[in-house]
């Protein structure tokens, strides 16, 4: 059985994020549910909110990397700032199907094309996002820092 999160996870939060990222029914037609990274981020986070698991089993296997929908990008530069701030900073203990890794993995996928290395750790990563994305590195900072 997955174990909790220590510290647990602003599931509300994450839960708004995604809605504000959504493209909603209007904009994509049918939902594509599970087939669309942000679709999938709220399934995961769906889930979460019934049994409050840290890991998604095969979490980042199901990521729709080749969702390639136009998201907003302030709304996704936003979302990623905020579940960086829900990050336990596990470091060498961070599991790659972690419920906030796989959401942020959504995320990117939807900001930057595709899923970005982590290493457990909020400050490595903004440093990595800095050196290989600074046009958009510099609203995600600015909003983790606030």
């Known amino acids: 059985m997955a174990e909790e999160h220590k510290k647990g996870l602003n599931?509300?939060?994450?839960?708004?994020d995604l809605e504000n990222c959504c493209r909603t029914?209007?904009?994509c037609g049918q939902?594509?549910?599970?087939?669309?990274?942000?679709g999938y981020g709220k399934q995961?986070?769906?889930?979460?909110?019934?049994e409050p698991k840290k890991e998604v089993a095969q979490g980042m296997a199901q990521i729709p990397t080749t969702d390639f929908k136009v998201f907003d990008e302030v709304?996704?530069?936003?979302?990623?700032a905020h579940i960086l701030k829900e990050c336990k900073d596990c470091k060498e203990d961070h599991t790659d199907d972690c419920i906030?890794?796989?959401?942020?993995?959504?995320?990117?996928?939807?900001?930057?094309g595709?899923?970005?290395p982590y290493e457990g750790s909020a400050?490595?990563?903004l440093m990595y996002i800095k050196e290989h994305f600074p046009d958009k590195s510099l609203q995600i900072a600015e909003i983790y820092r606030s």
Request: one cysteine or more.
């Open 11 to 16: 599931a509300g939060l994450v839960g708004d």
């Open 25 to 27: 029914e209007t904009a």
């Open 31 to 38: 939902c594509q549910k599970g087939n669309c990274v942000i």
């Open 44 to 50: 995961c986070i769906s889930a979460y909110k019934k």
């Open 75 to 80: 709304e996704l530069e936003t979302a990623i």
């Open 100 to 112: 906030i890794n796989v959401i942020r993995s959504c995320y990117e996928v939807g900001l930057l």
């Open 114 to 116: 595709d899923v970005q």
């Open 123 to 125: 400050l490595q990563y």
